[in-house]
């Protein structure tokens, strides 16, 4: 999978698209919606929200394409669409309501989240679930910096809060991935020997 800003985009292609040519819209669905889909899906941890926030995400960006300067490559520019239209979502009063509803103060969120995506390797889905355990905040906050390239003083930015806010929440973002990841060393083998 490719970072978004990482995918080659034409600007011929882009000039196509923004008259309506509905093959070069096309393209450019093809070629972005994979990775547009991850990162929303890595950021709000829900799928059904995700496909939901990647339909408005991309309907946005063909809707503003028009708008698009071409100073940075078309995809970092619809990753920061999908971004602002995540972190709306995480910050929305309505969603934190819905966690609170859904699940009460005695069932922490992690323990309802199914892994994020079907994996090959055991490995892969370890790393699902370890995200998973995360709050969406925290799983915000290590994605986008840890897998987006993002410096603490953007995320700080994105989130209307300080430096340290950023630098903490991926303090205890990282700390509890390591925890859920480190191997256990006091379990039993799987088969007697």
């Known amino acids: 999978m490719s970072r978004l800003a990482d995918i080659p985009i034409s600007e011929e292609l882009i000039a196509r698209a923004r008259c309506g040519d509905e093959a070069a819209q096309a393209a450019i669905y093809r ?3 994979p990775a547009v889909f991850a990162l929303i899906r890595r950021l709000v941890g829900n799928r ?102 993002y410096s603490h003083e953007e995320i700080a930015r994105l989130f209307g809060r300080s430096v340290s806010f950023s630098k903490s929440q991926l303090a205890r973002g990282l700390a509890r991935l390591r925890l859920d990841l480190a191997p256990q060393e006091d379990q039993e083998a799987c088969t007697p020997i």
């Not at 309907?59 to 520019?77: H, T």
């Not at 619809?78 to 509803?101: D, E, F, G, K, N």
């Not at 925290?138 to 390239?149: C, M, N, S």
């Open 31 to 33: 070629a972005l919606a």
């Open 48 to 149: 059904a929200v995700a496909e939901d926030l990647f339909q408005d995400t991309l309907m946005a960006m063909f809707q503003r394409l028009g708008d698009f300067r071409g100073e940075a490559p078309l995809g970092a520019w619809l990753r920061q669409i999908a971004v602002t239209r995540c972190l709306m979502y995480l910050r929305s009063p309505w969603h934190r309501a819905r966690l609170h509803w859904d699940f009460g103060d005695e069932t922490p969120l992690h323990a309802t989240m199914m892994p994020v995506a079907s994996a090959a390797s055991a490995d892969a889905l370890d790393v699902e679930r370890a995200l998973a355990s995360l709050t969406p905040v925290g799983r915000a906050v290590v994605w986008l910096f840890e897998v987006e390239g």
